[in-house]
């Protein structure tokens, strides 16, 4: 199965480390234009170098995909291009540094803080991307959920566990919205992967025992890596896929 991606305009959200920046390298040795996005301006020259390196042509904002205006002026460059974005990864998101805590001791700003970055930013970016695609009538949007949208958070994170689940149903509702203009969207899930700072604090706070059994819990007996989650979003953003729409692929090593 060869799967290529010239010609076509890729935005990436989250693209500064872990997942982002494994998707955007993947773009990149594939033929793709791409356009990530992040907050951390260093981290974004890391990925961009690296996209550069393999050949690839890539360009790197810094934008806060909770600004609605941002998001707006950032779609709108990447579309001058070609006319339009043709692929939508929603990777930014996760746990903005916060650890588990009892509910009554979680502020009303942790909760809407990951709120903002895991739903409400997606949903910015869709807004933005989506008017191009109806015309060129053709769209890849792929959203990066969580096994916690599906179950229980092993990060013990209620906004967290909360928000990516509400990812996924935004999913599925538009997917029935937008699959008229032939715009597929669906959902990769991650299980537990060490992709930056914050599951790498995660993984270090399960001690020995914890860690060996977690990995004892999953089928292939091994943690996955990003370049697992890059590989599943070339599928759901590749023509093999364009019949595939409003799911939500377990990406974990078997639960």
Not at 92 to 98: K, S
Not at 184 to 199: D, L, M, Y
Request: one cysteine or more; charged letters at 15%; hydrophobic letters at 45%.
């Amino acid at each position: 199965m060869l799967i290529e991606f010239a010609g076509r305009t890729v935005i990436v959200t989250g693209a500064a480390h872990g997942f982002g920046r494994a998707i955007c390298l993947e773009f990149a040795r594939r033929g793709a234009s791409v356009w990530g996005c992040d907050i951390l301006p260093d981290e974004l020259a890391e990925t961009q170098r690296l996209c550069l390196e393999v050949g690839g042509r890539c360009q790197m904002r810094v934008v806060d995909i909770t600004h609605r205006d941002s998001v707006m002026a950032f779609t709108a460059e990447a579309a001058s291009q070609s006319g339009r974005v043709d692929i939508l990864v929603n990777n930014a998101g996760g746990v903005l540094g916060q650890v588990g805590r009892p509910l009554e001791a979680v502020t009303p700003e942790e909760w809407h803080a990951i709120f903002a970055v895991n739903v409400t930013g997606a949903f910015y970016c869709c807004q933005a991307a989506a008017p191009g695609m109806k015309a060129a009538c053709y769209g890849r949007i792929v959203n990066i959920s969580s096994g916690a949208g599906l179950g229980v958070s092993l990060t013990g994170i209620q906004a967290y566990a909360a928000s990516k689940a509400a990812l996924v149903n935004l999913t599925r509702q538009l997917a029935h919205e937008l699959g008229a203009w032939n715009i597929t969207v669906n959902s990769v899930a991650p299980g537990f992967v060490r992709s930056n700072p914050n599951t790498e604090r995660q993984w270090q706070s399960y001690g020995e025992e914890g860690q060996r059994r977690l990995v004892e819990g999953i089928a292939l007996k091994r943690l996955g890596t990003p370049e697992d989650i890059a590989y599943s979003v070339l599928f759901l953003a590749s023509d093999y896929a364009s019949w595939i729409t409003g799911q939500v692929l377990s990406v974990d090593g078997g639960k």
